[in-house]
C-alpha cells in the first residue's frame, strides 16, 4: 500500500464521528467560492432545471447545502472502514425493504436504479452487509491513494467494481452477476458514452444507458428504485420503491426510469450532484 494509502488511513483512523458534520461545513465555507468554474457548471444547470422556479439565493443554497454533504461523505466513507458492521447499518432507515427481500428470494437478481444522490457508496456498503451480493458500475476515483483504500475495504467484505471502460466486457460481468442472484446498482443521471438513448430530464433530452432495461429483459431481475438521502447527525434514510413493470417498449420504459429519478431530484435538490456536465447538448459548458 502506498504512503499516501496509509496517511489516508490514519486520517480516517483517527477522526472523531462528532467531529465530521464541523470538518465538512467548515470546508465547505472554504471551498465554495474557490471552485468558480464548476460552480458556473452547476449554477447552469440548476438554471436549466428550475429557471425561475426558485431564486439565485436558493439556488447557491443548494450548491452551498451540496458541497457540505460532498464533503461529510466522503469523511463517512472513510470512517466507515474503522466502524463494526452493526455501527454502519445503525446509521441507515430503510423504507420500503420488503420490496428488497420479495425480488432477492425470486433469485433472478436486482436491479437498483439511482442516482449520483446521498450517501451512495455508503448505502452500497450497508446492502452487502445486510447479505446482498452487490455489484456497482463505476469508474474508482483517479486519486490513487484513494482508490486503493477504498478497494482494500470493498474487496474485503464483498463489493464488485465493474468498470464502465470496456461496454462489452461490463454488460458481460452484469450480466452474470445478476444470474447468480445478485444486486446490481445502477445509477441512471450521467452521460451514458455508449449504446445510448437520448430520454428527457427536466424537459431536455439526455443520453441514457439502456442496460437496466436490457438485462432485465435478458435475466428476469427484478427492477428497483432505490435512493439514499443525508439525514442530520450521520444518519441515512433509504427509500426502496415498488418494483418496475416494463411495457416491453423501450423508449418509454427508460423514460418512466428517467422520471423516478427526476422525482427524487426535485424533491431533495441539495442532494444531487449538480456539478457535473450532464445537459451537454443543451448547455455550452466551455464557454460559460
Not at 484513494?146 to 470493498?154: F, G, H, P, R, S
Request: net charge positive; aromatic share 12%.
Amino acid at each position: 500500500m502506498s504512503i499516501g494509502a496509509k496517511l489516508m488511513l490514519t486520517f480516517f483512523k483517527s477522526l472523531p464521528l462528532n467531529a465530521i458534520e464541523p470538518i465538512a461545513k467548515f470546508t465547505k465555507e472554504i471551498a465554495y467560492p474557490l471552485l468558480q468554474q464548476r460552480r458556473k457548471i452547476a449554477m447552469a444547470n440548476l438554471n436549466l432545471a428550475f429557471n425561475d422556479q426558485i431564486s439565485i439565493l436558493q439556488k447557491h443554497k443548494i450548491l452551498k447545502q451540496n458541497l457540505n454533504f460532498f464533503g461529510r461523505g466522503i469523511l463517512e466513507l472513510g470512517k466507515s472502514l474503522y466502524l463494526p458492521p452493526e455501527d454502519i447499518l445503525e446509521k441507515f432507515i430503510f423504507y420500503g425493504e420488503e420490496y428488497l427481500k420479495k425480488a432477492a428470494a425470486k433469485g433472478k437478481g436486482i436491479i437498483a436504479i439511482s442516482a449520483h444522490m446521498g450517501n451512495f457508496p455508503l448505502l452500497c456498503i450497508a446492502l452487502c452487509l445486510k447479505g446482498y451480493k452487490t455489484a456497482t458500475i463505476a469508474k474508482l476515483p483517479r486519486i490513487k491513494a484513494l482508490t486503493e483504500v477504498i478497494k482494500a475495504y470493498t474487496d474485503k467484505i464483498g463489493i464488485k467494481f465493474i468498470s464502465p471502460t470496456n461496454g462489452k466486457r461490463a454488460a458481460f460481468e452484469s450480466l452474470q452477476h445478476l444470474k447468480k442472484g445478485g444486486l446490481l446498482f445502477l445509477q441512471l443521471d450521467q452521460n451514458a458514452p455508449k449504446h445510448r438513448a437520448m430520454i428527457s430530464f427536466f424537459g431536455y433530452t439526455v443520453p441514457m444507458p439502456r442496460s437496466p432495461v436490457l438485462l432485465a429483459q435478458k435475466t428476469g431481475a427484478t427492477i428497483l428504485p432505490i435512493f439514499t438521502i443525508y439525514e442530520p447527525y450521520l444518519r441515512h434514510k433509504v427509500f426502496i420503491e415498488p418494483p418496475v413493470e416494463l411495457e416491453g417498449n423501450l423508449e418509454k420504459d427508460l423514460t418512466y426510469l428517467m422520471q423516478i429519478v427526476e422525482t427524487y431530484v426535485r424533491h431533495y435538490p441539495e442532494q444531487w450532484w449538480w456539478w457535473h456536465r450532464r445537459w451537454k447538448e443543451h448547455i455550452d459548458y466551455e464557454n460559460l
